[in-house]
């Protein structure tokens, strides 16, 4: 095993720009990643009655875009009145921020700005309010007990970060169902917070995120999701270094039994073995969620979004850039059997000593169906564009590609860098010829641009080419680059 790194990361968490930029969610937008506030409508233009060379105004400027979840701010004034003209009218308000896609509705609109003194701008309006205030039931939370009763139809109510230690202790049963009530900031918690269930037990309830925030993680969430629990529409952000030897690591759960649905994440992780920014292991379902930041780890099975996938991942991404030893993927490090991957992809860079793909570092079971990797960058000996290794029986890649930007170390080829066994099923799968490959079609860049080079590709309900996204296939849940 490799030495371990650490590479420090700013997060940019709740900062101007996105926490994932990408939509990602059933309804699209809904379950789609946080982004910032519309940016305010123009000022209505300066009315030009009066003088003879009176002139309208000019519009107003359009206000700037809020931060995550909050309304931008409003247009600027209306334009300068001509000479002799009337005053120039007020602005416009500054239209509503739109907040976490999916999440409970659009702060208001913006005010009206005051109209203009002759030949001069009027104020712009002011922005919305919050599109996702703190429940009101938070207001008056007490640090040592939670509202509700724990039932689905009245979950358990965490509006402190000191709420999320009583998960699991006295009444607050493991099996219960619970609701983030507000945004949470676990920085300085005193004293800091322990996983959920560890060395306890597993998550058997519901925690619904309510598309709302937990930023400063520096642990993993939950230690297991149990079958039968769901975690849902939450968004976290944070740094892990984890430094002790345990198989399967990662911020929201070590290992997911249960169901992870509309989770984003952003994080760095400092990791060993079988490490992903969501979860070391999935047995179970991972659905509509993404994953950013950076991965460095002097172990294998090493993933951006999972360390290690036995269940399904679908409609799920990851731009994570990861270093690390064998096994490393840009989405997942290692697939076993009966790992299912479908309509998915990575884009961030991969590094590994060995058996290293742009979105999964070795197969030894299961599927990859309607999934791509564009890495910037996968580098290692037996590196490929999508897939690392394959080692197994019955294992498929269907109406699949890679696009690798730089493709380096030996036996690296185009699609998958090296079939140490078995006899794959690949269908209709591609990668770009300015890399090599024995595995898969090669075509030219341009051919990638094409509908017709992807045979038997559904481009009404899964694929889709859009050039406000990529020149290339992108998936239909996608709505930006």
């Not at 921020?97 to 009027?122: C, F, K, R, V």
């Amino acid at each position: 095993m490799g030495p371990i790194k650490t590479i420090a990361l700013g997060l940019g968490f709740l900062s101007s720009s996105s926490l994932l930029a990408v939509g990602c969610g059933d309804d699209d937008p809904a379950g789609a990643p946080a982004q910032g506030g519309a940016a305010g409508r123009g000022g209505s233009a300066g009315s030009a009655s009066g003088g003879k060379s009176g002139s309208a105004g000019k519009g107003g400027s359009g206000g700037e875009a809020g931060q995550i979840g909050d309304a931008g701010s409003g247009g600027a004034g209306g334009g300068t009145g001509g000479a002799g003209g009337s005053a120039g009218k007020s602005a416009t308000g500054g239209s509503a921020g739109s907040g976490a896609n999916g999440g409970s509705g659009e702060g208001g609109g913006g005010s009206g700005g005051d109209a203009g003194a002759e030949n001069n701008a009027g104020e712009g309006g002011t922005g919305g309010g919050d599109p996702n205030p703190p429940d009101p039931r938070c207001a008056a939370a007490s640090a040592t007990a939670l509202e509700g009763s724990g039932a689905t139809s009245d979950p358990y109510l965490v509006c402190l970060p000191e709420h999320l230690a009583l998960i699991g202790t006295g009444a607050y049963s493991f099996s219960a169902a619970y609701a983030l009530g507000s945004d949470l900031d676990l920085a300085g918690l005193t004293p800091p917070l322990v996983t959920i269930g560890e060395g306890v037990a597993a998550f058997a309830g519901v925690f619904d995120g309510k598309n709302r925030v937990i930023q400063g993680l520096s642990v993993t969430l939950f230690e297991y999701i149990e079958t039968g629990a769901e975690v849902r529409d939450l968004r976290f952000s944070g740094t892990d270094e984890f430094t002790v030897v345990s198989l399967s690591q990662g911020m929201l759960t070590r290992n997911n039994r249960g169901t992870i649905r509309r989770v984003h994440g952003e994080g760095t992780v400092v990791a060993l073995d079988h490490t992903g920014v969501l979860a070391g292991t999935n047995e179970s379902l991972v659905e509509d969620c993404s994953t950013r930041g950076t991965i460095t780890s002097g172990g294998s099975h090493v993933g951006g979004l999972l360390g290690v996938n036995l269940g399904t991942v679908r409609r799920s991404f990851s731009t994570v850039s990861v270093t690390a030893g064998q096994r490393v993927g840009g989405l997942v490090g290692r697939q076993t059997a009966p790992g299912v991957i479908e309509e998915s992809y990575s884009l961030g860079p991969v590094t590994g000593v060995r058996w290293t793909g742009g979105l999964v570092g070795t197969v030894f079971g299961g599927s990859v169906a309607n999934s791509y990797a564009r890495a910037p960058s996968v580098s290692a000996e037996d590196a490929g564009g999508l897939v690392g290794q394959i080692a197994g029986d019955g294992i498929a890649i269907t109406n699949s590609y890679a696009i690798t930007g730089s493709l380096t170390g030996t036996g690296a080829e185009g699609l998958v860098g090296l079939l140490e066994s078995g006899t794959p099923t690949i269908t209709s799968s591609y990668f770009e010829d300015s890399a090599s490959g024995t595995l898969g079609t090669a075509v030219s860049a341009a051919a990638m641009q094409m509908e017709s080079t992807f045979v038997g590709w559904d481009f009404v309900a899964t694929w889709q080419l859009d050039a406000a996204i990529s020149p290339y296939p992108s998936l239909r849940f996608q709505s930006e680059p």
